[in-house]
């Protein structure tokens, strides 16, 4: 995708609801496959809090499932759940064949590292790549699945014509869900990659030299106007609920009229995560059925 620099310019929106349907399109019409030979796929979201804006993204994944024919469980330990319980529910779930895709679904109590109980998914079966072996393999270029965001987001670039090879691209963001797994999706695709963070001098700096900026830091309109060059794409993961309703990372109408492209909050990265998320996990089960 090329961006021409104009006077007056205009920023195009990049919606992932388009791709999040067509993805969907193709998992339910395998999902039908596998169900019509006796192997429906089979998810299965591992709960344990009382946090009522995540139990709502818990059922609206299983909602998204079961309209394209993905059974999917809520295995809710409430948030009194101690490690042991939970290690020992996604142990069980690794060894039952009728299920093809765990979901470890976070916050979880305090005192529980999500990393350390990830260990205990399966890679096979580890549609989020929460699993550290899940992002080495990333990182390797093997088989394997890549944390269902972070996918997103190349998709996404991908599915918007956006030119990734040679460009330079600068990550806000270095989490192992999705900062760290994008940069190595994307050198993958030859490009340059700037990985920022809370840390990083001169943060506008960075951003404002690149031809991709993505943004994944948690921090409501992060990064505005000055942040940004004339005509680049601009791709707000952040997701943050605040009194003007549900913002993204980046000033939306503090950059538009200077970025090129522009991912909208919500229905830009989000549809195509949970897309991703039941591709998975379709996947996984034809994996299974051999």
């Known amino acids: 995708?090329?961006?021409?620099?104009t006077e007056h310019r205009v920023t195009t929106e990049l919606s992932g609801r388009p791709l999040a349907a067509e993805i969907r399109r193709r998992t339910g019409e395998r999902a039908a496959v596998l169900g019509a030979a006796g192997a429906r796929p089979r998810l299965v979201v591992v709960t344990a809090t009382d946090d009522g804006s995540t139990l709502w993204y818990v059922r609206s994944i299983a909602k998204a499932a079961a309209a394209v024919g993905i059974a999917c469980d809520i295995a809710d330990l409430g948030p009194e759940a101690s490690r042991t319980r939970v290690r020992d529910r996604l142990r069980a779930l690794n060894q039952d064949p009728g299920v093809h895709?765990?979901?470890l679904q976070t916050p979880l109590p305090d005192g529980m590292s999500p990393a350390e109980l990830a260990v205990e998914i399966d890679p096979a079966k580890d549609v989020d790549g929460a699993n550290p072996a899940s992002l080495g393999r990333c990182a390797a270029g093997l088989p394997g699945f890549a944390p269902a965001t972070a996918e997103a987001v190349?998709?996404?670039?991908?599915?918007?014509?956006?030119?990734?090879?040679g460009r330079d691209i600068?990550?806000?963001?270095?989490?192992?869900?999705?900062?760290?797994?994008?940069?190595?999706?994307?050198l993958e695709r030859h490009a340059t990659v700037t990985v920022c963070h809370s840390r990083t001098a001169d943060l506008a700096g960075h951003t404002r030299a690149a031809d991709i900026v993505i943004v994944a830091a948690g921090v409501p309109r992060l990064v505005g106007a000055d942040h940004v060059g004339a005509g680049a794409v601009v791709i707000d993961v952040g997701t943050?609920?605040?009194d003007d309703g549900l913002v993204g990372d980046?000033?939306?109408?503090?950059?538009?009229?200077v970025a090129g492209a522009l991912t909208p909050v919500p229905g830009?990265?989000?549809?195509?995560?949970?897309?991703?998320l039941l591709a998975h996990t379709v996947q996984a089960a034809d994996r299974a059925a051999g």
């Open 1 to 5: 995708m090329t961006v021409t620099t």
């Open 101 to 103: 895709g765990i979901i």
């Open 154 to 165: 190349v998709r996404l670039l991908d599915h918007h014509g956006v030119d990734l090879a």
């Open 170 to 186: 600068t990550m806000v963001g270095r989490s192992v869900v999705v900062g760290t797994p994008v940069a190595l999706l994307l």
């Open 240 to 242: 943050n609920a605040t």
């Open 250 to 257: 980046v000033d939306a109408g503090a950059v538009d009229g």
């Open 268 to 276: 830009g990265v989000g549809p195509v995560t949970t897309a991703l």
